[in-house]
């Protein structure tokens, strides 16, 4: 009998490479999705999304793919589900970012607005899709943003056990910038959600 080695579809990375995010490893492939949600220029308040992400031991995952889903300012989806109409054009609301050797991450932004889900009103926050080698399936997390007044009255929020909540706050840095480190597993491991 012959054996076979790993297949694409029984991992999900680091396969992705080629046709998800081809600029992190020089593979000449048009970009279709990339780091920048919300191109200069679109309404709203300027933002840089940062962090690293690591694994159980703390090592930076160099070819990790992470992914962005976020309302505008306004709290609007740019998607025909949302209904209603979007602030910019320029405003895509999802990127795509490959992690560097050093295993961080950067998406420029906006600064997103709340929105209405189910419990009611959520705080500002963007919604991350994490894909790494030996995972087989793909990790979902959220980001709020430090000092933002709603995050007390998030719902989802709310659901964590407040112990780990703070996995969960991207950190302000300065100049419009947040550090948000993803830890897969271990000490200090970010909340992941079933969805």
């Known amino acids: 009998m012959t054996k076979f080695g ?3 579809s029984q991992t999900v990375g680091p396969f992705f490479h080629y046709g998800l995010t081809p600029e992190a490893r020089g593979y000449s492939v048009p970009v279709s999705i990339d780091a920048v949600v ?3 220029g679109t309404p709203g308040t300027p933002l840089v ?3 690293v992400v690591t694994d159980a031991d703390g090592a930076p995952v160099p070819d990790a793919m992470i992914e962005l889903w976020q309302a505008d300012h306004n709290g609007i989806y740019a998607h025909p589900r949302d209904g209603r109409a979007n602030a910019s054009n320029s405003f895509r609301g999802f990127g795509r970012s490959p992690t560097a050797l050093d295993g961080t991450y950067r998406f ?7 929105v209405s889900g189910p419990g009611g009103s959520q705080a500002p926050h963007v919604a991350l899709v994490i894909f790494a080698r030996g995972m087989l399936t793909h990790l979902f997390t959220r980001a709020y943003f430090e000092g933002e007044a709603a995050n ?3 719902p989802v929020l709310a659901l964590v056990p407040e ?3 703070d996995t969960l706050i991207a ?3 300065g100049n419009g910038i947040y550090r948000f480190d993803i830890r897969l ?4 491991e970010t909340v992941f959600f079933a969805v």
């Open 152 to 154: 007390t009255s998030d």
């Open 185 to 188: 597993q271990g000490d200090k």
């Open 163 to 165: 112990t780990r909540r």
């Open 6 to 8: 790993v297949s694409p």
């Open 108 to 114: 420029e932004t906006i600064r997103p607005g709340a």
């Open 38 to 40: 919300a191109a200069p």
């Open 171 to 173: 950190r302000a840095v």
């Open 49 to 51: 999304l940062t962090g």
